[in-house]
Nanobody, 115 residues
Framework: QVQLVESGGGLVQAGGSLRLSCAAS????????MGWFRQAPGKERELVAA???????NYADSVKGRFTISRDNAKNTMYLQMNSLKPEDTAVYYC?????????WGGGTQVTVSS
């Protein structure tokens, strides 16, 4: 069983920045493919950014150039640096881990961007 715990959400003004963290359990974190998803009220959960166990990344078009996903395998932690935040980035952000084909989710962290 893998546990994922997000932190770093909060309230920020448009144009501001936040850094989300996702702490993972397990001794083989470096082998996990990881991702950040978000879900706004009344909308479906969507992929924001993903990072493979080799460090390759991909982003949703809506966040390219503003968000950066990264991981620190020594700390079993994944990050999402969010800059130039917009009100439309307001959502609950979830950490996701793909562990040998099994998918795990964190409980989410709220990000609210005021205009």
């Amino acid at each position: 069983q893998v546990q994922l715990v997000e932190s770093g959400g909060g309230l920020v003004q448009a144009g501001g920045s936040l850094r989300l963290s996702c702490a993972a359990s397990g001794r083989t974190f470096s082998s996990y493919a990881m991702g950040w998803f978000r879900q706004a009220p009344g909308k479906e959960r969507e992929l924001v950014a993903a990072i493979t166990n080799g460090g390759s990344t991909n982003y949703a078009d809506s966040v390219k150039g503003r968000f950066t996903i990264s991981r620190d395998n020594a700390k079993n932690t994944m990050y999402l640096q969010m800059n130039s935040l917009k009100p439309e980035d307001t959502a609950v952000y979830y950490c996701n881990g793909d562990v040998a084909g099994n998918y795990y989710w964190g409980g989410g962290t709220q990000v609210t961007v005021s205009s």
